[in-house]
C-alpha cells in the first residue's frame, strides 16, 4: 500500500545536473522525515540527504555538501533532491525513503524505500 516512486534519474556528463523526485503515497507525509539514500555497484548502501516534515531540519553526507540539495513539498507529499556539479562517483541507484531521525547527528532510520531510479554520471 504504501508506495515511495522515484523519478529524474538519467544519464548526465560530469559537472553536469540533475533533479530527482519522489512521489509518497499509502503513508501519512507529515509524520516522516523523508531522505535519500544510494547504492553503487559492488558497495553498500549508503546515506545521501534527508529533511524533516517542517522543512527546517536538513541532513547531508560530507561527499554531497556544497552539491545537492534536499527539499519537500508537503502539499504535493513529494521529496526532491537536486544534484548539481556531479561527478562520475555519484554514479549509483538513488532510494528515496521513509522513516525518522532516533538519534541526533546520525542517518535517518528507514522504514519505506522506493524502488529507486538510476543516476548515471559520464566522464
Known amino acids: 500500500q504504501v508506495q515511495l516512486v522515484e523519478s529524474g534519474g538519467g544519464l548526465v556528463q560530469a559537472g553536469g545536473s540533475l533533479r530527482l523526485s519522489c512521489l509518497a503515497s499509502?503513508?501519512?507525509?507529515?509524520?516522516?522525515?523523508m531522505g535519500w539514500f544510494r547504492q553503487a555497484p559492488g558497495k553498500e548502501r549508503e546515506f545521501v540527504a534527508d529533511i524533516n516534515w517542517g522543512r527546517t531540519i536538513t541532513g547531508y553526507a560530507d561527499f554531497v555538501k556544497g552539491r545537492f540539495a534536499i527539499s519537500r513539498d508537503n502539499a504535493k507529499n513529494t521529496v526532491y533532491l537536486q544534484m548539481n556539479g556531479l561527478k562520475s562517483e555519484d554514479t549509483a541507484v538513488y532510494y528515496c525513503a521513509a522513516g525518522a531521525r532516533l538519534v541526533a547527528g546520525r542517518p535517518m532510520i528507514v522504514n519505506y524505500w522506493g524502488q529507486g531510479t538510476q543516476v548515471t554520471v559520464s566522464s
Open positions: 499509502g503513508l501519512t507525509f507529515s509524520n516522516y522525515v
